[in-house]
């Protein structure tokens, strides 16, 4: 502050000068992983539609049968593995 005392007229200058308009922020973009992440979620879920189709587009209706076949293919038998 001695400089202050020294220039009182410097120091107002500055310390009353108008503050620069401060940039909007730019939109957060998503780190690597998480597009990685997004990526690969993405890809499996387009791999499972595909399967659905697939095991439909062959009998053409949605039955229970279809619905156990998919069940099974996507979440596993539900039966112990030993």
Do not use: C, H, W
Request: hydrophobic content about 45%; cysteine-free.
């Amino acid at each position: 502050m001695a400089l202050a005392t020294a220039y009182p007229v410097a120091a107002a200058t500055v310390r009353d000068a108008p503050r620069a308009e401060a940039r909007p922020a730019a939109p957060a973009r998503p780190g690597f992983f998480r597009s990685l992440l997004d990526a690969m979620v993405e890809s499996r879920r387009r791999q499972a539609d595909a399967e659905i189709a697939r095991l439909i587009g062959r009998n053409g209706r949605l039955t229970d049968e279809i619905e156990r076949k998919i069940g099974e293919r996507m979440f596993g038998s539900g039966r112990p593995l030993l």
